[in-house]
């Protein structure tokens, strides 16, 4: 141990003692806050917090003459126990001390009164006490809701078992594996990480992967390889077993503010928008995303750190849509899954099978927005988009794998100026850019710009590098694992946007200006665009693989989700998201 009791990854050596009781009650769950530094607010945490308020307020010293008395937030290391805890209250009289553990709730209806998880965390905290020179042979845990006090006795029996808990979680640690998520167990219903777990999506897609292995194994890989999707995931396996444990969309969402001389400013528990002339519009601290600030618009400090300590970043632009920077709170802690990360961006070949998978979900999905969306596609280009999927898939060179890509483009957007149907003089005739020459190039084009900023984000939070990417390279200022991100999403999200923009009338010519170089959107036409685009972000879908339903918005993160737990190695293959 070194002297700040930290081992050389930077991982505290000693166990929090609620972290044994995390281990206690799912060691994945433990791995995933103690190990990776993963945190999720539920309504039991928040709550939680809540109860705690008069605990947490201040920590009050213990007496070193050792008479009766009550401290609240008392925290202790024992290195020789291997642990660390803070003890929400401890009772002392004379050199005897009780600890005693404030939980939410009401006291469980088993025979004990309790279960494992609370009695490993105050039997921690007793040898904790003990290695501190204490007399402690018991422990309480208080339920705030129940307001009962339920008793735990340090016995050779319990010593032993939280002895045997802190060896397990020490060489779960060492070994720097993740643990399989629980199966079908009622204890994910109530775990705040549901939703960064995912444990029966992980159980599902390990289970395909073996059993597409051994199919290949017993010859039948042919038939598995026309069938399958990308990443080798086929629907029907897993719909029944999957549940849905993360909520189906965002209850939050961005706030974009436009125009020169606007003020965000913080009010109480709403964030405001203000004018010269006064306040034009609010929304509730808690129901925001992000803030993304376009042009000249200030914003308070108040505001800013209030936004930083909520993990809501806030991303600056110029008027006209160049993306200036970001500003967020502490970044993600997770540095185990970055360097995972650089490990695979320097590996060709495992670079190589991440790409192929992304590049193939898009063509698939181009494919399946012009069958549905075009009757008139001609049958010669939907196979030959058919065949680049597999193609793709087979890759076995970077190079090759941007010629297809570059095929599948051309043969899709020839037919792209069929999706449109409305009839006010807009035409495509190929996709062009920097700067674009047409309307709806420019819309296209703009739309991309904001997925990239949505995956950007979304990438930041769930703990990845968004400049490192695996299909596209490093460039300076590139946000290269954003952009491979967005492939498969570029057809579902960007164009279909796009294509009901303009097919529903919601644009029209005089929303564009010509410059000199190309054609521009106007401030209102960009307003509408990122209307489009939240109303599609809001959408909600059927899973194609999990079978639940969630909003484009959150498959986001899903798929963010699953290439992590590809680069951690749970998973063998990157699953892109493909609709039928
Ligand atoms: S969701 Fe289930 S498997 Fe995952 S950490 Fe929570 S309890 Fe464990």
């Not at 307020?57 to 008395?69: G, I, K, L, R, Y």
């Not at 995303?289 to 632009?317: D, W």
């Not at 899903?558 to 063998?572: D, N, W």
């Amino acid at each position: 141990m070194s002297d700040e009791g930290q081992n050389h990854e930077g991982r505290p050596d000693l166990i929090p003692a609620s972290m044994l009781a995390a281990f206690a009650y799912c060691p994945r769950l433990c791995y995933l806050q103690w190990v990776q530094g993963e945190f999720q607010d539920s309504a039991e945490t928040v709550d939680g917090r809540f109860q705690h308020r008069w605990l947490d307020a201040e920590e009050d010293a213990v007496p070193e003459d050792f008479q009766p008395f009550h401290a609240r937030s008392v925290s202790l290391t024992a290195p020789q126990a291997g642990v660390c805890c803070r003890i929400d209250l401890l009772e002392g009289d004379g050199s005897h001390v009780t600890p005693v553990e404030y939980k939410r709730g009401e006291a469980p209806k088993t025979p004990l009164g309790l279960y494992e998880p609370y009695q490993v965390q105050l039997c921690a905290q007793g040898l904790a006490l003990r290695e501190n020179g204490f007399q402690c042979d018991e422990g309480m845990v208080y339920f705030i809701r129940s307001k009962d006090r339920v008793k735990v006795l340090f016995d050779p029996e319990m010593v032993g078992r939280t002895k045997k808990l802190i060896a397990e979680v020490h060489s779960m640690a060492e070994r720097g594996e993740v643990p399989p998520p629980l199966r079908g167990s009622s204890r994910c219903d109530r775990c705040s990480l549901a939703g960064i777990c995912m444990p029966d999506e992980i159980t599902a897609l390990r289970e395909m992967e073996a059993e597409k292995e051994s199919k290949m194994a017993s010859d039948v890989a042919e038939e598995t390889k026309h069938e399958g999707k990308p990443g080798g995931v086929r629907k029907d396996e897993s719909q029944e077993k999957v549940r849905r444990l993360l909520p189906d969309r965002d209850d939050t969402v961005p706030l974009f503010v436009v125009g020169q001389g606007n003020i965000v400013r913080k009010r109480g528990e709403r964030v405001e928008v203000w004018t010269k002339e006064g306040k034009v519009s609010e929304a509730r601290l808690m129901e925001v995303s992000k803030v993304c600030l376009y042009g000249g618009v200030e914003i308070t400090t108040p505001a800013m750190m209030e936004l930083m300590q909520r993990n809501v970043p806030v991303l600056h632009f110029s008027h006209g849509g160049w993306y200036y920077g970001i500003c967020q709170g502490m970044s993600h802690k997770n540095v185990e899954l970055r360097i995972r990360q650089f490990d695979w961006a320097r590996d060709p070949e495992r670079s190589l099978a991440l790409a192929r998978s992304m590049v193939a979900g898009k063509i698939s999905n181009c494919r399946t927005l012009l069958r549905r969306n075009d009757p008139e596609a001609p049958q010669e280009v939907l196979d030959l988009l058919e065949r680049l999927v597999r193609e793709a898939e087979d890759a076995s060179r970077m190079p090759s794998l941007l010629g297809i890509e570059g095929a599948a483009a051309e043969a899709y957007f020839s037919r792209f100026a069929s999706l449109l149907k409305c009839s006010q003089g807009f035409s495509f005739q190929d996709r062009n850019k920097r700067p674009p020459r047409d309307p709806v190039n420019a819309v296209l084009s703009y739309l991309y710009g904001i997925l990239t900023k949505e995956l950007f984000v979304t990438v930041l939070a769930v703990g990845f590098e968004p400049y490192l990417g695996f299909y596209h390279q490093p460039k300076y200022g590139r946000p290269s694992l954003a952009l491979d991100m967005m492939e498969e999403f570029r057809p579902l999200i960007a164009d279909s946007t796009a294509i009901n923009l303009f097919n529903n009338r919601e644009l029209a010519p005089d929303d564009f200006i010509k410059t000199g170089i190309g054609i521009s959107l106007l401030p209102e036409a960009k307003k509408k665009v990122v209307a489009g685009y939240e109303r599609r972000m809001q959408t909600q879908i059927a899973h194609p693989i999990f079978g639940y339903t969630v909003s484009y918005r959150r498959i986001l993160e899903v798929q963010s989700r699953l290439l992590a737990r590809v680069l951690q190695g749970e998973l063998k293959s990157y699953p892109a998201f493909v609709t039928r």
